[in-house]
Every structure is written in C-alpha cells, then in structure tokens.
C-alpha cells in the first residue's frame, strides 16, 4: 500500500499514544503544517523509504521500537539508524520463530470463531466476548495471534483476573504483537473472504438487529400471510396481556 506523509504521521502518533498509555486521537492532516521545515522532510524522507527500500518493514513496528528506545522520542529522531538496527534483530528473530506459526492453525481459529459465532456477538457485547475468546484460547481453541488480532483492533482491555489466566500470552505480549503485524492483512483476508452470508449482520450491526426484532415480531404477532388487521388485534392482545400480569 503506498503510503503518504500524513499516513506515517499517523502511525507515529498512534504509537506515541500507545506508548504513555494515553487514549488514541487520530491526528488531523493540517497538524503537519505545524511541523518545523527540518521535521517535515525527515517525515517525507521516511516515507519514502516505507514506499521503497524499505517496503517490508512495518512502520507501527519501526515507532514502537523508537519509543521504547526513548521516552522523549519525536520526529526529529524518526531517521536515527539505531532504531533500524533494533528492527533488523527483532525482525530475524521472529522470522526464525515463525515455523512454530501456520497460517493453517490461524485459520482453523477464525473458521471457529465464526462456527460460534462470536464475531457477530463481538460487535454487541465486548465484555462477554472477552470471557469467550480468553476461555477458548485455553482450550487451545484460537492462537495466541488471533487472540491478539481481537484484542488490538477490537480495543478488548482484559481485565486482572484474565490476564492471570494467561501469564505465558501477556509475558510475550510485545513478540506476540509483532508477530500479528505480519499476519494482519491473512486474518483479514479470511475473514472477509470466509464470512457466512446467511448471517450478513457480522458486518452489518443494525441488520443484526432488524433481524432480531422482525423474528421477535413474527413470533409475537403472527407471519406473513395474515392480514394487517389479525396483526393489529394480536399486538393489541399481546400488550394487554403484558399489563394484566
């Protein structure tokens, strides 16, 4: 994907929320006018090494790594050829990890998850989802990268006792997450191209619910082959009924 300045900008923001643990704010494109000359062209200079030679580095990766080095880490160190040698070392080690990783077991993960059902429920009720994915992880049932994949781009927080759960997943949480960096655009990919057209709600959250309360509806009041009258005096009963009890 070919990226521009403000594109960079953003990764580097988000990464900087991240790293003070801040809440994340999409910056605007106008803050780069606010840049100095001298950080706007290291700015572009870096963006056009993501778009070139360095194509297969991940720039989320590459500002992790620079504010991990530096606490007062900011544009004006983006080119510092420190943070490129750290990448180059994390980089070669988890390639040689990566036997342990098939995309196999990924997809295995994925295919359950909607087998159950739990992407759709993931859109309504974040809580009860993050007792189901942590509960299914320890039951070997979805990996450690697709468990991260729902954790970052759901914004699960995982509360104390979940996190006891699983010490060996949040003792390796950093390698875990640059691992799922590189498998990103895979799970995506499955789960768009696997989705189960009989449940369009899973992108679709107001289907979801429109089809709920026209079930609700034909249950209640009746289906389609009466007429509106019968549907009107069934409604009619069914309310009074309510207020009777």
């Known amino acids: 994907m070919y990226l521009k300045p403000y594109d960079v900008y953003k990764k580097f923001k988000i990464q900087e929320y991240i790293s003070k643990n801040k809440e994340i704010k999409i910056p605007k494109e106008k803050n780069l006018n606010r840049l100095s000359k001298e950080n706007y062209e290291k700015l572009q200079m870096i963006t056009d090494y993501f778009n070139t030679i360095w194509q297969n580095i991940n720039p989320d990766i590459y500002f992790e790594i620079g504010f991990k080095k530096w606490k007062s880490f900011n544009i004006s160190k983006i080119d510092d050829n420190r943070i490129f040698q750290s990448y ?3 980089d070669k080690k988890l390639k040689t990890n990566f036997n342990n990783i098939n995309k196999e077991t990924i997809k295995k993960s994925i295919n359950f998850l909607k087998d159950n059902e739990i992407l759709s429920i993931l ?10 994915i942590v509960f299914f992880y320890l039951q070997n049932k979805i990996d450690s990268i697709v468990l991260c994949y729902f954790i970052e781009n759901y914004k699960i927080k995982l509360s104390n006792e979940e996190k006891d759960y699983i010490p060996y997943f949040m003792e390796n949480y950093s390698e875990i997450k640059y691992r799922m960096y590189y498998f990103e655009d895979f799970i995506k990919e499955k789960m768009m191209s696997e989705k189960n057209d009989d449940k369009p709600y899973m992108d679709d959250p107001k289907k979801k619910e429109k089809d709920d309360e026209t079930q609700t509806e034909q249950l209640i009041y009746g289906d389609e082959a009466e007429t509106i009258q019968e549907k009107k005096k069934k409604k009619k009963k069914y309310k009074q009924q309510n207020l009777n009890e």
Not at 125 to 131: E, I, P, S, T
């Open 88 to 90: 180059k070392i994390i």
């Open 123 to 132: 859109l309504f009720d974040n809580n009860y989802v993050v007792k189901k």
